[in-house]
């Protein structure tokens, strides 16, 4: 099994006189924990752990306490991701991470921001393609984009090709033939992901939207519909964008070869 490349890296380090041995084996342990005030404990292993980040979910927290969340563990580790955040969450992250000299980048389009002044991802040759039914689909699928990014991989897009004009599709998946793994995002009826696996001899990871109304509207019909699928594929939760992502990027950087931990 290859080693993880976050382990990797490490040991290089250690090899090269660049960190300690007390700092090289307090990363290595995975089991890193940061407790803050009564309200939270951050992990700071799961990378060298599990080969992903740490993500933050920002839904239904106390807009202090999501501050000092993310500012404890971009401090702490270089680098910090947030899903789900909205504008308002964002300013106030803005304003404590600018008292706290750190770097804030936040998608709107994904409501994702990344705090810190770590470095980018390093790139694993991993290749994401990622797929949309409709434009509505794209909050889900900029989700699952920022994430594979942030675990090193190239994606590239195609959106707004869904079943009610599939003649769209055909072109759009052209550029995208090179991709170790891709992801459909598609609401209604959610055809879009079994129609992508029928096409492509690569594996395929179809995210339900919560877009659609009446009988089994907000996402059910396409949940549905993928779980019953013909083509071969996997489904994730209803605008899981943060798990199919970050599933497709594992996938991916497997297939370049980049460690069974990536």
């Not at 897009?157 to 009610?164: C, F, Q, R």
């Not at 129609?195 to 594996?203: M, S």
């Not at 919560?210 to 009988?215: A, L």
């Amino acid at each position: 099994m290859p080693a993880n490349p976050q382990l990797q890296d490490l040991l290089e380090q250690y090899r090269g006189g660049t960190i300690t041995l007390e700092s090289a084996a307090e990363a290595i342990e995975g089991l890193r924990l940061d407790r803050i005030g009564d309200f939270a404990c951050i992990d700071l292993g799961r990378g060298v752990r599990c080969g992903m980040p740490e993500v933050v979910l920002a839904e239904g927290k106390d807009p202090l306490h999501l501050a000092e969340i993310v500012i404890r563990h971009a401090t702490a580790a270089g680098r910090c991701v947030v899903t789900r955040v909205s504008a308002d969450q964002a300013a106030g992250i803005r304003d404590a991470a600018g008292k706290a000299g750190l770097a804030v980048d936040y998608r709107e389009a994904g409501r994702v921001l990344v705090a810190g002044n770590g470095p980018a991802p390093k790139r694993t040759g991993g290749i994401v393609g990622i797929i949309t039914a409709g434009t509505s689909d794209i909050r889900v699928a900029e989700e699952a984009r920022i994430i594979a990014e942030e675990m090193g991989c190239e994606v590239r897009t195609a959106y707004d090709v869904g079943a009610a004009g599939i003649h769209r599709l055909f072109p759009a998946l052209k550029p995208l033939l090179g991709a170790h793994v891709f992801v459909v995002c598609a609401g209604r009826e959610g055809t879009l992901p079994a129609v992508v696996a029928g096409l492509v001899d690569k594996p395929v990871v179809g995210i339900p939207v919560s877009v659609g109304y009446g009988y089994m509207g907000e996402g059910r019909a396409a949940l549905a519909s993928m779980l019953q699928s013909c083509s071969v594929i996997a489904v994730v939760n209803i605008d899981a964008g943060f798990t199919g992502g970050a599933f497709a990027a594992r996938i991916a950087n497997l297939g370049a070869g980049a460690g069974a931990g990536s």
